[in-house]
């Protein structure tokens, strides 16, 4: 019997600090924590006076002033009278074609007539050259 009251005594002292413990703060959300931070980023926020949208003026026509002088000039035109793309090309030597990489790539965009004016001439032999064959090996 001492074994069973050990039991039950040892069951209820088990449960009673957990009764006895007092609630814990759930860790928050995300939204919650977004809203809270927003929350205080308001509170801290100053609100925009008369005087500071005067000041802010007063420096926008401070300014305004001193770069007036800038924006009177026009633009500088090209020299040849070209595009800015086109100077950019050719400051990056853009302006030159691509060298043929292969040697097809040499007729490429001919036609045939061209082709035929700029191939040089052979000399056509008419007597074919004969080569002695050797006698297969069953011959020798």
Avoid: C, Y
């Amino acid at each position: 019997m001492a074994f069973l009251d050990f039991i039950k005594n040892r069951n209820v002292s088990q449960q009673q600090p957990v009764a006895n413990r007092p609630q814990e703060q759930k860790p928050e959300t995300a939204k919650e924590m977004h809203t809270r931070q927003a929350a205080q980023e308001k509170a801290a926020e100053r609100p925009i006076t008369p005087e500071i949208k005067a000041q802010a003026d007063r420096a926008m026509a401070t300014i305004n002033k001193a770069s007036q002088h800038l924006e009177a000039q026009p633009a500088p035109a090209a020299p040849d009278g070209g595009s800015p793309a086109a100077q950019l090309q050719k400051q990056n030597h853009q302006e030159k074609a691509q060298s043929a990489l292969s040697p097809t790539d040499g007729a490429a965009g001919k036609t045939a007539a061209q082709d035929k004016e700029k191939a040089p001439e052979k000399p056509v032999s008419r007597t074919p050259q004969t080569v002695q064959r050797r006698p297969p090996s069953w011959e020798r």
